[in-house]
């Protein structure tokens, strides 16, 4: 493997949902060879149609890739992962993409420190289109060494990519960018609220106001989907979502920090959960605002 990190483009990802499906479509359409696996028939299936090599097991893909990604959907998954890739005999660099507390994190480390794998915390900012479209931005943290040998890995599914130093920064900054990340879609599903009782062209108003200093990624993206009334298929479901609110809940309550937007928004995901939307996009709490219950969730 050269300074920059080819060794033959060969890369293993376990988790093939809607982010790790999306990275290994797109390495895979940039001359990667891509071993993936994932729990889920239909995910495995989907994968091998986009031309990945699908295995059969988290321990296949150990087996045939140094460098691997995972990309999982709750720490005791992370962790039996972590577990299968220790009980290998050669030493790995394993990505984790998840959005995951920290000590989720610092456990997934300390089963890979303890067989000599190498262990990077990398969280993804974007969502599952943003994924599709290579808009991502990589958080990585963790030996920088390994950092740059995966920069080229990471050129290839991300629009950019960063060294965030000590291993958990990566994670540190994902919850930063993600309580923003809440507090747009909110406020997103707000204005689209009064701009539609106010009698407006809601194309007119994405048009308008997506392009102008009011603008945010959030409301480029969730605004359509809120003018449409359509939340599916979600980039982001409001129960994954509802997941990632504890852990910044967590996260801020340790620092001591007084997060008083944030606070305001977690009742209106809460009531998007109520009204049957876990599966649907979080755009979805424009219909909390739409909702004659609506003043219920206000603050």
Known sequence: ????????????????????????????????????????????????????????????????????????????????????IAHGSSPHTVVELSTFALDDKLAFKSILDASNHVALDCPLSGTGAQAKMRDLV????????????CELLFADFAKQSVDLGAYGNGSRMKFVANLLVAIHNVAAAEAMMVAESAGLDLRQVIECVGAGAGGSRMFQMRAPMMAKGTYAPATM????????????????????????????????????LAMGFADQDTASVFEVFKSPSSTGVRP
């Open 1 to 84: 493997m050269d300074e920059r990190g080819t060794e033959e483009k060969l890369v293993g990802i376990i988790g093939l949902g809607i982010m790790g499906g999306a990275i290994s479509t797109n390495l895979v359409q940039r001359g990667w060879s891509v071993i993936g696996y994932d729990i889920d028939e239909a995910r495995r299936h989907e994968a091998a149609e986009a031309g990945v090599t699908v295995v059969e097991s988290a321990s296949q893909v150990a087996a045939h890739s140094r460098t691997i990604m995972t990309s999982l959907p709750t720490p005791a998954a992370a962790q039996i992962v972590a577990q299968t």
């Open 138 to 149: 990589v958080y990585a943290s963790g030996d920088s060494t390994a950092i740059k040998r």
């Open 237 to 272: 479901r409001v129960a994954t979502w509802k997941k990632d609110m504890a852990i910044i809940d967590r996260f801020v309550n340790e620092l001591g920090c007084a997060v008083p937007l944030f606070a305001a928004t977690v009742p209106f995901y809460e009531k998007a």
